[in-house]
């Protein structure tokens, strides 16, 4: 069983449209995250939640917005996408935000036409 | 804020020779600092990790990175190298573990 599973693993679309990327952990974890990787695989965080709830949240257009029905998931949506937002998009957990250790999903690659 | 220098962006080297992937970290704070290994096409996973405690911490695959204070640096070693370590690795700061900043990464390539 896959513990950090993202989907869709690809996703190309044009300029303007709207997509959504799920992640979903089976580990128990109370924290998730995004992270977006650019083509220099420079990480940057975009977002992390403890239990359903925002905790960080970088400067990241309004354009993206998280959303966690529960502990276990984690989806993003983004809103009419430009092609700066091409890159790959990994979700994480860990167990608690003091446990120090991310676990990584294989990373979701947007590529926006 | 906390940040992470990563000194090379690229290393080029031999099988079997060693290794060492440079990292100096900036906080005003204490920090943990963490290796993480990311292999083409694949989401990244930890390879050590300091939070407390001996400053010389061993991970998986033989690595192992020090810890220098003094120095804000937590450089990544390995004694030999093998041609499966190729891989890009990041270097990771958290002065509270809600919050990792990664490093821009050092493509490890080992050579036959």
């Known amino acids: 069983d896959t513990a950090v599973s993202q989907t869709p693993k690809y996703l190309v679309t044009q300029m303007g449209n709207d997509k959504s990327i799920k992640c979903e952990q089976n580990?128990?974890?109370?924290?998730m995250y995004w992270y977006k990787q650019d083509s220099k695989k420079f990480l940057k965080i975009m977002f992390s939640?403890?239990?359903?709830?925002?905790?960080i949240n970088e400067t990241v257009p309004n354009r993206f917005s998280p959303k966690s029905p529960d502990k276990a998931h984690l989806n993003l949506h983004i809103n009419s996408l430009e092609l700066g937002d091409s890159a790959v998009y990994f979700c994480?957990?860990?167990?608690?935000?003091?446990?120090?250790?991310?676990?990584f999903g294989e990373g979701s690659r947007l590529t926006v036409l | 804020a906390q940040s992470v220098t990563q000194l090379d962006s690229q290393v080029p080297v031999f099988e079997e020779a060693p290794v060492e992937l440079r990292c100096n970290y900036s906080?005003?704070?204490?920090?943990?600092l963490f290796w993480y290994v990311q292999y083409p096409n694949q989401g990244l996973q930890l390879l050590l990790k300091?939070?407390?405690?001996?400053?010389l911490v061993k991970g998986i695959n033989g690595f192992e990175a020090e810890f220098n204070k003094s120095q804000t640096s937590f450089h990544l070693r390995k004694p030999s190298v093998h041609i499966s370590d190729t891989a890009e690795y990041f270097c990771?700061?958290?002065?509270?573990?809600?919050?990792?900043?990664f490093g821009a990464g050092t493509r490890l390539t080992v050579k036959p």
């Open positions: 994480a957990s860990s167990p608690h935000p003091g446990s120090g250790e991310l676990f």
């Open positions: 300091y939070l407390s405690g001996s400053t």
């Open positions: 906080s005003s704070v204490s920090v943990y």
């Open positions: 939640y403890n239990n359903k709830e925002l905790i």
């Open positions: 990771a700061v958290s002065a509270n573990n809600n919050d990792m900043r």
């Open positions: 580990l128990g974890h109370d924290t």
